[in-house]
T-cell receptor, first 110, second 114 residues
Framework: DAKTTQPPSMDCAEGRAANLPCNHS???????VYWYRQIHSQGPQYIIH???NNETNEMASLIITEDRKSSTLILPHATLRDTAVYYC???????????FGTGTSLTVIP | ETGVTQSPTHLIKTRGQQVTLRCSSQ?????VSWYQQALGQGPQFIFQ???????GRGNFPPRFSGLQFPNYSSELNVNALELDDSALYLC?????????????FGPGTRLLVL
């Protein structure tokens, strides 16, 4: 069962920052937050993950609130190729199972 | 470094038949997980294999079974196919020995059951 809640869809203007929120209020202390994206029926692509500190890589930044009950994925300069469904996932430590929700469909508008 | 590959890319079967889907894990990865993704839904966890044994299973009936081979590749078998089994089947590999077991996904096999 998914442990995350995300808005079903969002729009973002090309070149602007896309901020995708995720609620994971029941997260446990040792559970990581992962973000993946899926472009039109391809396999999900790993973006970033974090435990409690903010993280940044070449693709995105992840901001996790101090109480760890929510997080935000930031794509700093969205391009048309960032149009995809974005999944926020809490990794259940036992069995390394990933439980996907329905994700947020991000549309980047020219 | 070779990524996760899956075969075939597309498959059409009829109700009641059996199907085998294949997955080759990313180089250096020893764990394979399988997911089913129905149209418009997020991927649903089927099961995971580590050291050739099932290591965790989602809410799927026994007619969904799998194998993992010594080279860490894997098969997903589905018996007595039903129309609702039509979906994209995704395989993901990871390294159980790594500090963080990030899963990397293959492109998927699209199965249509008629």
């Amino acid at each position: 069962d998914a442990k995350t809640t995300q808005p079903p869809s969002m729009d973002c203007a090309e070149g602007r920052a896309a901020n995708l929120p995720c609620n994971h209020s029941t997260i446990s202390g040792n559970e990581y937050v992962y973000w993946y994206r899926q472009i039109h029926s391809q396999g999900p692509q790993y973006i970033i993950h974090g435990l409690k500190n903010n993280e940044t890589n070449e693709m995105a930044s992840l901001i996790i609130t101090e109480d760890r009950k929510s997080s935000t994925l930031i794509l700093p300069h969205a391009t048309l190729r960032d149009t995809a469904v974005y999944y926020c996932i809490v990794r259940v430590y036992t069995g390394n199972q990933f439980y996907f929700g329905t994700g947020t469909s991000l549309t980047v508008i020219p | 470094e070779t990524g996760v590959t899956q075969s075939p890319t597309h498959l059409i079967k009829t109700r009641g038949q059996q199907v085998t889907l294949r997955c080759s894990s990313q180089s250096g990865h020893n764990t394979v997980s399988w997911y089913q993704q129905a149209l418009g839904q997020g991927p649903q966890f089927i099961f995971q294999y580590y050291r050739e044994e099932e290591n965790g299973r989602g809410n799927f009936p026994p007619r969904f079974s799998g194998l993992q081979f010594p080279n860490y590749s894997s098969e997903l078998n589905v018996n007595a196919l039903e129309l609702d089994d039509s979906a994209l089947y995704l395989c993901a590999s990871s390294d159980r020995g790594a500090r963080l077991e990030t899963q990397y996904f293959g492109p998927g096999t699209r199965l249509l059951v008629l």
